[in-house]
């Protein structure tokens, strides 16, 4: 007689849990119920239900403000909570990325379903885990080579954005009108005071005059002689 088979029971990501990034895949894949659940150096976080006012309008402002740009710009795209793999204990879940594709000389490798390798931008909307998003979150980054990261403190009403230089990240700073410009996504331009105003109108106004400007025209045909095409 044979022995009756055995069916693995794949054990439920738990909050605060230490796992390698193959074993929380596995455990997160088991669990389709789970919409959000991230591993940051090596531990689970799952958040906790997001607040229309701290969380989902003001995540929506940072999607309309880089969708905004995805549309002016040929050979970059964003992405809503995209889970990317990073490394052996990192597999993050960012509430935004801006990405140049890869036929347009990007960094990152699209799966058929998540993303590896680095975004060239990354964004969070931050409350509850600014701890994480300005320590954990901030070195997994840096260490595997994210360019550009922005986080939103609703806490303090502040818009920090960050950027890789040789290796270290360093904050990113205003111009004399208190504008910030994407180093890497030239023409990418925000007014943080606006945004932590969530004033969508100084937002887009600000954002188009980037987009206007002739260093964010020089991206584009640049993007296009990278994929062989014309802009």
């Known amino acids: 007689m044979s022995e009756p088979q055995t069916i693995e029971t794949v054990p439920p990501l738990v909050d605060g849990e230490r796992l390698d990034r193959a074993e929380f895949h596995r455990r997160y894949e088991a669990m389709p119920q ?17 607040s229309f006012q701290q969380h989902a309008t003001p995540h929506t402002l940072v999607m309309t403000w880089l969708g905004t740009y995805w549309e002016a710009t040929p050979g970059v795209q964003p992405g809503d909570n995209a889970t990317v793999q990073l490394d ?42 600014v ?25 303090t009403d502040t818009v920090l954005w960050f950027i890789l230089r040789d290796g270290v990240c360093q904050r990113l700073q205003p111009d004399a009108a208190g504008i910030l410009k994407s180093e890497v996504f030239p023409g990418l331009w925000l007014d943080p005071i606006a945004m932590t105003r969530m004033d969508d109108e100084t937002i887009t106004r600000v954002l188009n005059q980037g987009l206007a400007s002739p260093e964010h025209q020089a991206f584009v045909e640049l993007l296009a002689q990278r994929r062989g095409g014309q802009p």
Do not use: C
């Open 34 to 50: 789970i919409k959000k659940a991230e591993l940051i150096e090596g531990v689970v976080y799952m958040p906790s239900p997001v």
């Open 88 to 129: 052996d204990e990192n597999e993050p879940q960012p509430d935004a990325v801006l990405i140049i594709l890869p036929e347009y000389g990007g960094n990152v490798t699209i799966g058929p379903r998540y993303l590896s390798d680095s975004p060239e931008f990354a964004a969070d909307v931050s409350f509850s885990r």
């Open 131 to 155: 701890s994480v998003d300005l320590n954990q979150r901030y070195r997994a980054y840096e260490r595997n080579g994210v360019r550009e990261y922005l986080v939103w403190r609703l806490d």
